[in-house]
DNA sequence: CAGGTC
DNA sequence: TCTGG
């Protein structure tokens, strides 16, 4: 019954093994996803997966695993029907009056999806390895930035996030997000004891609503708000059902998804490539923002120094570069070489 | 000046 | 060019 499952508050958890290849900080805190927040007193990170899921992620001592824990319980979920509160200790063994399968079950969808959202299938050690062998300055760097992952990410808050982020800082990137989400999300966890209630991303839908510009023109987002508006009721307009309209940009091959993204307004080379490679696969997309600029000058194009700002030229120089010495996961590399860069993660 | 765009 | 440090 949907009132007893209500009621019993479900509470998953369980372990994932990362072969050492996950830092949950480098990855979650680099500037590629805004929402996750640091808790209980620095050592677990709380944030949500696939815009319905409220996870608690806690890197293990050993650097081997991380601990996870659900949450929401499972209202608006439709990936289950119905799941079984089971799982309450950490490796439990299942009890005589447990039924069968339930509790396993349970514990696999979870993994596998906190899994495919921090992209766990791919081998990062062999991609650190294989971008060191083909740069020393590269691999120089990656000794001390391991496990930086780029995260299999949602289309719309990748789009509307990163429209925000254009002559802004992650500080009042994150904010204006998180505005977003309270104003027009859903609330999928109430009272959370540090964060307060924890809404969804709002529908493409909800942002095209008329209100929506004067509303965040008063919030602060400045020339942002018809931008996020304008996007929002293109997208509705043109393409009718969004998550069809994402899944043909991520079927699309990347020049061509870019360009398609680019006729969103607020949507320029620089946000079409953040929206290929965070939330379309697109993993040769490199965005090419100040820092990868200042990267790309100092450390392999020097040429560059005498160019005081991107240009449209020198943008897809750095990225045919990028390209050129990683491969077809040029983003990845590029995303690596990024965290190190950001003031917080130096030294 | 901050992870650009029109 | 919006806006905050």
């Known amino acids: 019954m949907r009132q007893t499952v209500k009621a019993l508050k479900p509470m998953i958890e369980g372990f994932i093994e990362t072969n050492g290849e996950l830092s949950l900080k480098r990855t979650l805190k680099s500037g590629q996803a805004f929402r996750w927040r640091l808790t209980n007193d620095g050592t677990d990170w709380v944030g949500v997966v696939r815009n319905t899921h409220v996870v608690q992620l806690t890197q293990q001592p050993d650097g081997k695993h991380i601990h996870y824990r659900v949450l929401n319980g499972h209202e608006d979920n439709d990936h289950n029907q119905e799941i079984k509160p089971t799982v309450k200790g950490r490796k439990r063994l299942k009890t005589s009056d447990e039924s069968d399968g339930e509790n396993p079950k349970d514990q696999y969808f979870y993994s596998q999806l906190i899994s495919d959202y921090l992209r766990l299938d791919v081998n990062l050690t062999d991609l650190y390895d294989k971008w060191s062998k083909s740069d020393d300055k590269f691999a120089a760097i990656a000794v001390n930035m391991s496990g930086v992952r780029v995260l299999r990410q949602n289309f719309a808050e990748t789009l509307f996030s990163f429209i925000c982020s254009s002559n802004n800082n992650i500080n009042r990137i994150e904010k204006m997000i998180e505005t977003l989400c309270q104003k027009y999300g859903k609330v999928l966890y109430e009272s959370h004891p540090e964060l307060g209630t924890i809404h969804s991303f709002p529908e493409i839908t909800r942002l095209a609503e008329e209100s929506v510009e004067p509303e965040l023109k008063k919030l602060g987002f400045g020339y942002r708000s018809a931008f996020i508006h304008r996007s929002a009721k293109t997208i509705c307009d043109e393409y009718k059902c969004p998550e069809k309209w994402s899944q043909e940009l991520a079927q699309m091959p990347y020049s061509e998804a870019r360009q398609a993204l680019q006729r969103l307004p607020g949507v320029g080379p620089k946000v079409a490539?953040?929206?290929?490679?965070?939330?379309?696969?697109?993993?040769?997309?490199?965005?090419?923002?100040?820092?990868v600029f200042k990267i790309a000058q100092h450390m392999y194009l020097p040429h560059l120094k005498k160019n005081k700002s991107l240009t449209h030229k020198s943008y897809q120089e750095i990225g045919d570069f990028f390209r050129s010495k990683f491969g077809p996961n040029a983003g990845w590399a590029q995303a690596v070489l990024f965290c190190a860069d950001l003031k917080q993660f130096k030294q």
């Open 273 to 291: 490539d953040c929206i290929a490679l965070m939330a379309l696969n697109h993993l040769e997309s490199v965005p090419v923002d100040v820092h």
